[in-house]
């Protein structure tokens, strides 16, 4: 499955409780970008450069970088991918990947939240050092320690793109680039619209009903 959304949509948030639900590899290339940035890596050096200004990494270094983390023993069963993919030529590649494979897309789930919404979660947004996938907010999911994860302890930062201009030119670019992808899976029947603006448990609820009935139709 895909989620799809704005940045701040709340897909992380999200797919970190899909993922315990479903039991499926939760894919984030954000995630697997930072970590090579926080790694030293070439491929990071390369790609902080883009994410520092909000802008989209090139396809040819996403795409072989998603290609290879299907194929991996935990992703066999079924993958939940955030943040892939992003245009239109990531979405052909990972179709004809998928076709290759015998494999096939049980559905996509787009989280709908207004511009100005993003910009104040994404304003607010801390992550945990160690672990990305706990995530909090300073205003509507504060930690019970200032700065401090919850869950291992860690230190809470701030995302180098959570910056107000590079969050309104990543809003340009999911709006240029991204959402034309909404109407692309549209026509394929795969997508299915959620209302991101309710709690992150309402949300959840109706995700995980909806991925339910998904994977259960694809089963048949
Ligand atoms: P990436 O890391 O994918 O960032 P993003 O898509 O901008 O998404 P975010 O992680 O910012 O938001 P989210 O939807 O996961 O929201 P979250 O759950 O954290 O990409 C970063 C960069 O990497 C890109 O700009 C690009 O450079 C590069 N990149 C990545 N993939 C690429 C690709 N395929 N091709 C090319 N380049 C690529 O929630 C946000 C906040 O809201 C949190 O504080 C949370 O607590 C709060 N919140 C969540 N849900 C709710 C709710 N229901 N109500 C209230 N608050 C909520």
Partial sequence: MILLGPPGAGKGTQAERLQADFKLAHISTGDMLRKQVADGTELGREAKGYMDKGELV??????????????????REGFLLDGFPRNESQADALDAALRERGRRLSGVL???????????????????????SHIYHVELDPPKHEDVCDQDGSRLIQRDDDKEETIRRRLEVYHGQTAPLIDYYDRTGLLRRFDGTRSPDEVHGHLRATAATLRLEDQL
């Fill in 58 to 75: 090139p396809d040819e270094v996403i795409i072989g970088m998603i290609l290879q983390r299907i194929e991996e023993p935990d992703a």
């Fill in 110 to 132: 787009m989280i709908e939240v207004p511009d100005d919404e993003v910009v104040r979660r994404l304003t607010g947004r801390r992550v945990c050092v160690k672990n990305p």
